[in-house]
RNA sequence: CGGGGUGUAGCGUAGCCCGGUUAUCGCGCCACGUUUGGGACGUGGAGGCCGCAGGUUCGAAUCCUGCCACCCCGACCA
């Protein structure tokens, strides 16, 4: 198969399809969009998995497991919840198999459920159904779990990782005695995933608020953490939601206060999902390949040998093999490519397009100079170092490759944020551009969808540390109290 | 779910309009040899229910019908 990929200002939804699929992340199953994700890819998730794992169960959280069929009458409980999801649900309908006359496997109408069974697009319901059992003091609050799941939702159009009828994710369901706790903990939540984002993946990311019109099925507030890709799309990275009430109504979950009253438990859900690997892929990757930051890569350096003949393999096998003891005691995840079938020039690419942080070649004149050449995959440069400074060369490499990259995209998303003030602006750096506008706008729904059937542009969010500034909506000419982002979103 | 398009070897494709020997080419794959500091070269070889099912015909990759999958544009969405 060739590797060559096709050039990311060419065609970018091409350049990213046949990059997820050549740098071995994934596949399309042929499955009606369901995606297989290959070892390499699924590394990178559970890194992703580890860590904000360990950053949960820093908070308090703890993890849980619910079923995958919720039944439907579930769903009916509450209305804007089932409104949300309605459209996209895979329904189990009958629970056996048989052979027909033909020799063909068909489905037996005899099995038919007295109630169909969803498959989960999302747990708030079931979950909920099992807090009432949970919960009757507030001595048994907060409960604060978390999930980490498969959902299906059954989109008409999908693409690799970003939206795949079958996706990973975690979903966080938490229950509260009071309001202000509640809402507290969807802030701390989503503090956690955009420093999560920031920090670990070298994804900057905005924080804000979703409009009533862009929030989540059941949801009095949606704080959302949005990431600008390379092409100037927006993406959602995940959302925290602020449920009020709403699902401790529809599901009977009351709990005895202090006092000896009977008060409705206050909620919040959050989660992120396998599209973090589409954030990571659309942020940091190049006409090359794939860019991992060194936190996120399976492999974070690889030595690819350079050699003639089998004494000469002999000779780099055992200083590699050095090396590779003291990586390994400092966690340095480290790759020995000795395969004897490929070319180093062949291998280089390989790496390259892999997005492996650090690439290592040692070879006959490094053995004599005591060197090795150490490439940099953010900037594709080349050094040759002293072996005796290997190790701290890389592992300060390392710290500097994932700033780099966090320094890069931060510099690009905020060179792609522009303040308009009038709707041909808008059009025009929309269409130029790209990536976030500022805008004025007047607060209505109907103004938000006047302008996503004009543009396409939807409102991102409205920003949480946002200075009031008055102007008028770039579309109605009415009063705003401050700026919102718009952009076009995947 | 609406509109448009595509499906030929692991991948990318020619052939289809206008039916007719053994289905084209490149990459990849296998063997041997020469190579090895940026995707090697030569020689030889293997690999196809031409997406699936049905129909028209003496004869179908080619024409017709249905289904499935994928891609693009809308609507929906993490």
Known sequence: MSKKLTKRSEDYSKWYNELVVKADLAENSGVRGMMVIKPYGYAIWEKVQAELDKRFKETGHENAYFPLLIP??????????????????AVVTHY???????????????????????????????????????????????????????VMRWEMRTRLFLRTAEFLWQEGHTAHATKEEALEEAQLMHNLYADFLQDFMAIPVIKGEKTENERFGGALNTFTIEALMQDGKALQAGTSHFLGQNFAKAFDVK??????????????????????????????????????????????????????????????????????????????????DNRTTYKPGFKFAEYELKGVPLRIAIGPKDLENGTVELARRDTLTKEFVEQDNLLTKVSNLLVEIQNNLYKKALNFRNEHITKVNSFEEFKRVLENKGGFIAAHWDGTIATEKEIKKLTKATIRCILLDTENEEGKCVLTGAVSKSRVLFAKAY
């Not at 037996?108 to 003091?137: F, G, M, N, V």
Request: aromatic share 10%; with cysteine; glycine share 4%.
């Open 72 to 89: 439907k009458s579930y769903f009916t409980k509450e209305a804007s919840h089932v409104e949300g999801f309605a459209k996209e649900c």
């Open 96 to 150: 056996r198999l048989k052979t027909a006359d033909d020799g063909s496997i068909i489905v037996d109408e005899k099995a038919k459920l007295e109630e169909e069974l969803i498959i989960r697009p999302t747990s708030e319901t079931i979950i909920w159904d099992s807090y009432r059992k949970w919960i009757q003091s507030y001595r048994d609050l907060p409960i604060k779990i978390n999930q980490w799941a498969n």
């Open 255 to 336: 709990f005895t206060t202090n006092e000896g009253k009977q008060n409705y438990v206050w909620a919040t859900s959050w989660g992120v999902t396998t599209r973090l690997i589409g954030a990571l892929v659309m942020t940091h990757s190049d006409d090359q390949g794939l860019v991992l930051p060194p936190n996120l890569a399976p492999i974070q350096v690889v030595i690819v040998p350079i050699y003639r003949n089998d004494e000469q393999l002999d000779a780099i096998t055992k200083v590699v093999n050095k090396m590779i003891i003291a990586f390994k005691e400092k966690n340095i995840s480290v790759k020995f």
